[in-house]
């Protein structure tokens, strides 16, 4: 098993930035490709970006492409979203996904075995 808490959401005005903290804890963190996800008020989850277990191969929906980053601390157990120029449409609860990975899984939700409990997001305009 992997456990897996986010933290870092909050209110933010549009053009701001924010950082999202996932920090896993169970079995060998290195072994696992990480993900971030978000829902949106009335619609799907959505994937917004991926890393492999090294950190060396990442990637990122079109819509934040440019404007977030996803990092990871394999010493800390930790992988990271920085957020920034965020825009009212980025509001949601985001979430932290892992599965155990040699490369970059898909931006599918099936795809990623553990999730965490979200952390809400809220931009205003």
């Known amino acids: 098993q992997v456990q897996l808490v986010e933290s870092g959401g909050g209110l933010v005005q549009a053009g701001g930035s924010l950082r999202l903290t996932c920090a896993a804890s169970?079995?060998?963190?290195?072994?696992?490709?990480m993900a971030w996800f978000r829902r949106g008020p009335g619609t799907e989850r959505e994937f917004v970006a991926a890393?492999?277990?090294?950190?060396?191969?990442?990637y990122y929906s079109d819509s934040v492409k440019g404007r977030f980053t996803i990092s990871r601390a394999n010493a800390k157990n930790t992988v990271y979203l920085q957020m920034n120029s965020l825009k009212p449409e980025d509001t949601a609860v985001y979430y932290c996904?892992?599965?155990?990975?040699?490369?970059?899984?898909?931006?599918?939700?099936?795809?990623?075995?553990?999730w965490g409990q979200g952390t809400q997001v809220t931009v205003s305009s």
């Open positions: 890393i492999s277990w090294s950190g060396l191969s990442t």
């Open positions: 996904a892992a599965v155990a990975a040699d490369g970059v899984p898909g931006d599918m939700a099936y795809e990623y075995r553990y």
């Open positions: 169970g079995r060998t963190f290195t072994n696992y490709a």
